[in-house]
């Protein structure tokens, strides 16, 4: 009887399985069998955000787990930006202990250099009635993306409109980010699954201090910290680096290195 081997992949915020780039389909080869999950408030337009909880994220990925992770032998999750954020909570609520876990950019802490000396006023404007959900989080360049190619592509795309991303969230969504980085704070030392975290040190949502935690709190952790990526490492210069750092911890010979096309290093 063959060893069935499943992964949950979870997308970032205002995001779809786009923010994941190639993951799908280089697990896929390898003989993962890949699920998706689209998040509340996802898939549609920004303004359907405003009424969704993290606890509405949770939820939906734990329906998710249970339902896929006993067909399976073994059974991993895997989450980016917020996903990787959902898929720490998620493994800390389940005691996932069927597979591994791995978080990509974790944003524990959002403290990377783009952000704006008066970030931690937004804990202020929660606290005036309506205006969180009034309020706009704009995506701006450089769009999380270091390479110059891609950064360009992606600028198209929300030129042209097209669904791969959220132009925009409420600051609404913004503060369910914050009570899910305060859970993920407050419980992950519970996690005991085999964990990789990758993050970039150029990262300019979440700083190296989110891996750092991670390293600390987590007893069975592996860091991979790349070099020439900003906070999207699934699509920037580094991705194929973290693709081959996903399937090493899984077990899997890594996919035979190519030339990264339009890679910078400025």
Same mark, same amino acid.
């Not at 250099?113 to 202020?124: E, V």
């Not at 991303?165 to 519970?190: E, F, S, T």
């Given at each position: 009887?063959?060893?069935?081997?499943?992964?949950? &992949?979870?997308?970032?915020?205002?995001?779809?399985?786009?923010?994941? +780039?190639?993951?799908?389909?280089? &697990?896929?080869?390898?003989?993962?069998?890949?699920?998706?999950?689209?998040?509340?408030?996802?898939?549609?337009?920004?303004?359907?955000?405003?009424?969704?909880?993290? %606890?509405? =994220?949770?939820?939906?990925?734990?329906?998710?787990?249970?339902?896929?992770?006993? /067909? $399976?032998?073994?059974?991993?999750?895997?989450?980016?930006?917020?996903?990787?954020?959902?898929?720490?909570? &998620?493994?800390?609520?389940?005691?996932?202990?069927? +597979?591994?876990?791995?978080? &990509?950019? !974790?944003?524990?802490?959002?403290?990377?250099?783009?952000?704006? =000396? $008066?970030?931690?006023?937004?804990?202020?404007? $929660?606290?005036?009635?309506?205006?969180?959900?009034?309020?706009?989080?704009?995506?701006?360049?450089?769009?999380?993306?270091?390479?110059? *190619?891609?950064?360009?592509?992606?600028?198209?795309?929300?030129?042209?409109?097209? #669904?791969?991303?959220?132009?925009?969230?409420?600051?609404?969504?913004?503060? /369910?980010?914050?009570?899910?980085?305060?859970?993920?704070?407050?419980?992950?030392?519970?996690?005991?699954?085999? *964990?990789?975290?990758?993050?970039?040190? %150029?990262?300019?949502?979440?700083?190296?201090?989110?891996?750092?935690?991670?390293?600390?709190?987590?007893?069975?952790?592996?860091?991979?910290?790349?070099? #020439?990526? $900003?906070?999207?490492?699934?699509?920037?210069?580094?991705?194929? /680096?973290?693709? #081959?750092?996903?399937?090493?911890?899984?077990?899997?010979?890594?996919? !035979?290195?190519?030339?990264?096309?339009?890679?910078?290093?400025?």
């Amino acid at each position: 009887m063959s060893v069935r081997t499943g992964a949950l &992949l979870i997308h970032g915020l205002g995001g779809t399985q786009f923010d994941l +780039g190639s993951m799908h389909k280089v &697990l896929q080869r390898a003989g993962v069998e890949t699920h998706a999950v689209t998040l509340p408030g996802h898939g549609s337009q920004p303004e359907d955000l405003v009424p969704v909880s993290y %606890e509405d =994220w949770l939820d939906t990925v734990t329906a998710s787990y249970r339902e896929l992770a006993p /067909q $399976y032998d073994t059974f991993h999750v895997m989450g980016m930006c917020l996903g990787s954020l959902l898929a720490l909570a &998620l493994c800390e609520r389940v005691q996932h202990s069927k +597979g591994k876990l791995v978080t &990509l950019a !974790p944003p524990v802490f959002i403290d990377g250099w783009s952000t704006p =000396w $008066y970030r931690q006023l937004r804990h202020l404007v $929660y606290c005036i009635p309506g205006m969180a959900s009034r309020m706009k989080v704009e995506e701006d360049e450089p769009f999380g993306i270091k390479n110059a *190619t891609v950064r360009a592509i992606v600028k198209a795309k929300f030129a042209r409109g097209d #669904n791969f991303h959220y132009r925009w969230v409420p600051l609404a969504c913004i503060r /369910q980010v914050d009570r899910l980085r305060k859970k993920v704070l407050a419980g992950a030392q519970r996690i005991t699954c085999p *964990t990789l975290v990758v993050h970039a040190r %150029e990262d300019e949502l979440t700083s190296l201090k989110s891996a750092e935690f991670l390293q600390a709190a987590l007893p069975d952790v592996r860091v991979v910290v790349l070099e #020439n990526s $900003y906070h999207m490492i699934c699509i920037d210069n580094d991705r194929e /680096q973290v693709t #081959n750092s996903v399937l090493e911890f899984f077990g899997y010979p890594p996919v !035979p290195p190519r030339r990264v096309r339009g890679a910078d290093k400025a």
